[in-house]
T-cell receptor, first 115, second 110 residues
């Protein structure tokens, strides 16, 4: 069964360092998303991406964050200068539906720990 | 008022019980409603997907949407210990992004 894959599964970094989280969405999907979940808290929307550009972003997704689809398969989330409060699980998701009405499939997540 | 509200639990039930999980929402424009199951330290997994009001059944799971009351439910029949997880409701208006409830933690005791 097709699935969304994410790497790394866990990354530990020092505050102020740059981090890149990688995702391979399901191959025929067109809409890509990043969500985060701080331990014990709700899943929060960060950004959606369609047709090689950001379609929507939340207030969490500030100038320290960026997304890119560098080739036909990868979808990356970059955090330029990590802060302690960036420690969370980051989930990539993809969808094949009409604008945001399709089923959303999640990866297993990348755990980011900022020290 | 929060956009989507969900009792965080924890909810503990004995094996074989019928479980009822619920969400209320405030945005009447929501049209698509989903239930996700999330095991500890794993990504949310889609369980049920419904459009507008009505019921949908899949095996032991039944999803119910009542748009007039802005209320959705997930019923789990013959609950199993393997159903122990956090259940997230999610909903969306056409053209917008998914809004998740905070999740209900369920424990099914053998």
């Amino acid at each position: 069964e097709p699935e969304v894959t994410q790497t790394p599964s866990h990354q530990v970094t020092q505050m102020g360092q740059e981090v890149i989280l990688r995702c391979v969405p399901i191959s025929n999907h067109l809409y890509f998303y990043w969500y985060r979940q701080i331990l014990g808290q709700k899943v929060e929307f960060l950004v959606s991406f369609y047709n090689n550009e950001i379609s929507e972003k939340s207030e969490i997704f500030d100038d320290q964050f960026s997304v890119e689809r560098p080739d036909g398969s990868n979808f990356t989330l970059k955090i330029r200068s990590t802060k302690l409060e960036d420690s969370a699980m980051y989930f990539c998701a993809s969808s094949d539906g009409l604008a945001n009405t399709g089923e959303l499939f999640f990866g297993e997540g990348s755990r980011l720990t900022v020290l | 008022q929060k956009e989507v509200e969900q009792d965080p639990g924890p909810l503990s039930v004995p094996e074989g019980a019928i479980v009822s999980l619920n969400c209320t929402y405030s945005n009447s424009a929501f049209q698509y409603f989903m239930w996700y199951r999330q095991y500890s330290r794993k990504g949310p997994e889609l369980l049920m997907y419904t459009y507008s009001s009505g019921n949908k059944e899949d095996g032991r799971f039944t999803a119910q949407v009542d748009k007039s009351s802005k209320y959705i439910s997930l019923f789990i029949r013959d609950s199993q210990p393997s159903d122990s997880a956090t259940y997230l409701c999610a909903m969306i208006n056409y053209g917008q992004n998914f809004v998740f409830g905070p999740g209900t933690r369920l424990s099914v005791l053998p």
